[in-house]
């Protein structure tokens, strides 16, 4: 097995097990919910949105190391964001695991650690795993108020 791939394996599981931003947002003016039905994860995403950035992000639920560690990672790097940013984030990370999308190195780049989920597109159920709490962050963002379902 590579290093890189060893590299990213650390990363989800570490994000997995000990997942950052994990918890209620007390004053939170967004929240989305979502489930993915094949594995059971289901995420609830909290937002603060002021004056179009946004200034915190949590997520709550329970589900697999891939879901958990996605929706971690995703609240670090959207922090401090502007909505439209964020919304173009989920973009280019939609686009890396589905592979719907080549993703120039500049692009890859600007992903950061989101990288570490490359991978995923080569299994289809996982890429549900891993876009879960996009999905419902995109759901939070847009108040809408119904489950995000990914299957």
């Known amino acids: 097995m590579s290093d890189l791939r060893e590299l990213y394996q650390e990363v989800i599981l570490d994000h997995g097990r000990k997942p950052r931003n994990f918890g209620p947002l007390e004053d939170a003016n ?10 059971g994860d289901k995420l609830d995403v909290h937002v603060k949105l ?12 329970a589900g ?20 439209a940013e964020a919304r173009a984030l ?3 990370f939609h686009a890396l695991t ?16 989101l ?12 890429v549900k795993c891993a876009t879960l709490g996009w999905h419902t962050l995109n ?5 809408d ?7």
């Open 139 to 143: 759901a939070a963002l847009d108040q």
């Open 98 to 113: 589905t592979g719907t999308e080549e993703i120039g190195l500049d692009e890859l780049e600007a992903l950061d650690k």
């Open 30 to 39: 967004r929240e989305g919910h979502g489930h993915n039905p094949l594995c």
């Open 145 to 151: 108020e119904d489950m995000v379902v990914t299957e």
């Open 50 to 61: 002021h004056d179009g950035v946004v200034e915190d992000v949590k997520f709550e639920g």
């Open 90 to 92: 989920f973009e280019k």
């Open 64 to 83: 697999c190391a891939i879901s958990v560690a996605s929706a971690s990672l995703m609240t670090e790097a959207l922090k401090g964001k502007p909505e």
């Open 115 to 126: 990288a570490v989920f490359s991978g995923v597109r080569d299994y289809p159920l996982r």
